[in-house]
């Protein structure tokens, strides 16, 4: 028995006669590991989880690719689910029930069920959000404010903008908050006032975004002469708004994003943003996870660098500016 647990398990060796011998009696006797039972014998599932918000932007993808090739590289599974704790007062869909480890983006899950998974031991790793202080959780996010803040610059000191629009992420979620400081920090440091009818909700989503310039278009066409959308997504719907308004972009309004995501080269006029390494976090955040797993220390927070990418919307030919 301990000789085909060796086989099976290739978690020791096993002598080239030996090995040919059990793979035959597998073979003659068409047998194949129940992998219930292995589950139950060994702990493990062979698979980690990644909850998010959902998978319908251009945002996830590249995410859950980078996921997916360190999953790969271990040899493990992936479970994806989507999920949202202020939405839904159903328990997790993943869990140590059916995962070894999880990865967790953003505000998925809420703080007590951060907690009840570390007094259980289950690893995590928190993807775009610090954990609460009292939980000592890894965490994985990318530089928001300072990339913001000089993108706030480029558009005063380069193109002479002075009422620049702010949409909001999701209310609370960190990277929308930090982006939030980035741009008043510029606003101050220039001497423009930061004005709360300016700074509306975009939601990190086309449609919403398209909504709020819809709307401030409707109360004063000429209020406004920038618009720092949030992120790509949102990008999007502010210049289907403007458009639809016969605003011009870059000549009446600047638009700027924030991912770099894959269509924003395509846009027309093609999208000035930040390009986030969303792929590396995916990359990186799983390499974690795995260390967890194999109970090798990591990092406690990562903050991975972004950079500006000047297109036209700004009024900028293409141009690549590092941000601090």
Not at 115 to 125: A, D, G, Y
Not at 210 to 235: Q, W
Request: glycine fraction near 6%.
């Amino acid at each position: 028995m301990a000789t085909i647990s060796r086989y099976m398990n290739r978690n020791a060796p096993v002598s080239q006669e030996a090995g040919e011998r059990i793979s035959q009696v597998m073979m003659d006797l068409n047998y194949t590991p129940h992998a219930a039972a292995r589950h139950l014998a060994t702990r493990r599932t062979q698979t980690i989880g990644i909850v998010v918000h959902n998978i319908h932007t251009d945002f996830f993808p590249p995410l859950l690719s980078g996921v997916e090739q360190v999953v790969s590289e271990n040899q493990y599974n992936l479970l994806v689910a989507t999920y949202k704790a202020s939405e839904t007062k159903n328990q997790p869909p993943l869990g140590p029930h059916n995962t070894d480890g999880m990865l967790v983006f953003a505000d998925c899950l809420s703080d007590e069920q951060l907690t009840q998974m570390c007094i259980i031991k289950f690893p995590l790793v928190l993807l775009y959000r610090t954990p609460p202080p009292y939980l000592k959780i890894p965490f994985i996010t990318i530089e928001n404010k300072a990339a913001t803040c000089k993108l706030i610059d480029h558009l005063i000191e380069a193109h002479d903008r002075r009422s620049i629009v702010f949409l909001r992420g999701p209310r609370g979620q960190e990277d929308s908050n930090w982006r939030e400081q980035g741009y008043i920090s510029s606003l101050e440091a220039h001497g423009i006032p930061v004005r709360s009818d300016l700074m509306l909700d975009g939601e990190f989503r086309g449609p919403s975004a398209y909504l709020s310039i819809k709307n401030l278009i409707a109360k004063n066409k000429s209020c406004f002469d920038a618009v720092f959308a949030g992120n790509d997504d949102a990008a999007m719907g502010v210049l289907t708004a403007l458009q639809e308004a016969g605003l011009r972009v870059p000549e009446d309004v600047s638009v700027v994003g924030f991912d770099d995501s894959r269509l924003t080269p395509f846009l027309n006029p093609p999208m000035t943003t930040v390009r986030a390494p969303t792929d590396e976090v995916g990359r990186v955040a799983t390499r974690q996870l795995f260390n967890l797993l194999q109970e090798i220390p990591v990092e406690q927070e990562i903050l991975l660098p972004t950079e500006i990418i000047l297109r036209r919307s700004c009024g900028c030919v293409h141009e690549l500016v590092p941000a601090l």
